[in-house]
């Protein structure tokens, strides 16, 4: 079969090889991968800034849909012709996980989904609901369970104020989880047309970070002063003194990326005094994303994709991941 490997940490380090087709042991099921899709962890994991132990050659990407073409032993939930969406952490479960538990992640350290066979074992992977493509499954492992998450362990409540940052797949798929929590949403963006098009998806207002990089400010006038009850915080250290600025008294900032930096100077001040809960959110169980799948589809939320690469073209996909001049998630095709 035909894999993409990272073969060197390097831009130019992504290859494709031929390995050996897989097949199914006890207990593990065996799909034919259509679609996968690209989070900002798999260009840092590229260039060996996520993980520079990381032994290669590896299979990247964590986030991938296929189809059932054959099952191991013992396997009594899946057939042959289901339509199923990996999982981030092959091997947790639910609740609270163990070191080992949250190191069974796909595209690092364990191989990922970019390549037309894997074998999984058979609790690493969810149905795919009926009404959406493969391309669409492929967006909710990492980025979609991770929104789902956050709003989740924040509390969201109906008429409360969700600040997300930026546009790409966690914020949009935090954008259409808290509208359909009752909530109000804010979206920030560099782009006029990034914010205009998160309009149209159901934010109530967008603000753009360039015209007004003090953008705390804008937050605290949308909301009457009062600031936004959660915010989405992907940035980093370099986001995080606005997104304090713009939180509420006992409001809560989920801290999920750091696309703005990971290290600088930081005044903690403003927590301390308003009481301010700051929670890291490192994706999801299984049942967490059972639970998301649910309740995307009761309301029917189809996730946002902003470009669609061919199987061949999956080098390019990395790039414009790189750039980040993308909306919502980045797709591969596989088949």
């Known amino acids: ?127 795919l609901p009926d009404y959406m493509s493969f391309e669409e499954g492929a967006t909710l492992p990492c980025a979609g369970v991770t929104a789902w998450s956050a709003l989740v362990q924040g509390g969201v409540r109906p008429g409360q104020t969700v600040l997300a940052l930026g546009t790409g797949g966690v914020s949009m798929f935090a954008l259409q989880f808290a509208r359909a929590m009752g909530a109000r949403v804010i979206i920030t963006s560099g782009s006029g047309e990034k914010l205009k098009r998160a309009l149209e998806l159901g934010a109530h207002a967008g603000i753009n970070y360039k015209d007004k990089p003090n953008w705390s400010r804008e937050v605290r006038r949308l909301t009457d002063m009062a600031g936004a009850d959660h915010i989405i915080e992907v940035g980093g250290v370099g ?15 989920s801290l999920i990326g750091v696309l703005a930096g990971a290290t600088t100077e930081l005044n903690l001040t403003p927590a301390l005094m308003q009481n301010v809960r700051i929670q890291g959110v490192v994706v999801g169980s299984r049942q967490d994303s059972l639970q998301m799948l649910e309740a995307m589809t009761f309301h029917q939320i189809h996730p946002v994709i902003g470009e669609t690469f061919e199987f061949a073209r999956a080098p390019e996909a990395f790039r414009l991941m790189a750039q980040g001049g993308h909306f919502g998630k980045i797709v591969i095709r596989i088949a």
Not at 242 to 248: E, G, H, M, N, T
């Open 239 to 253: 986001t995080m003194d606005q997104s304090l600025k713009s939180v509420r008294l006992f409001g809560h900032i």
């Open 1 to 127: 079969m035909k894999a993409y490997e990272i073969q060197k940490f390097a831009t130019d380090g992504l290859v494709v090889a031929d390995r050996p087709e897989p097949a199914p042991g006890p207990g593990e099921v065996l799909v034919r991968m259509r679609a996968a899709s690209l989070n900002f962890r798999d260009h840092l994991t590229l260039i060996g800034q996520y993980n520079p132990r990381q032994r290669l050659p590896l299979i990247p990407l964590c986030d991938g849909a296929g189809e059932v073409i054959g099952v191991g032993a013992g396997v009594r939930e899946w057939k042959t012709g289901d339509r199923v969406i990996s999982v981030f952490a092959q091997d947790w479960r639910a609740g609270a996980p163990t070191f080992d538990e949250l190191r069974s992640s796909l595209g690092g350290p364990l191989d990922g989904t970019l390549c037309e066979l894997r074998v999984f074992p058979a609790h690493g992977l969810v149905p």
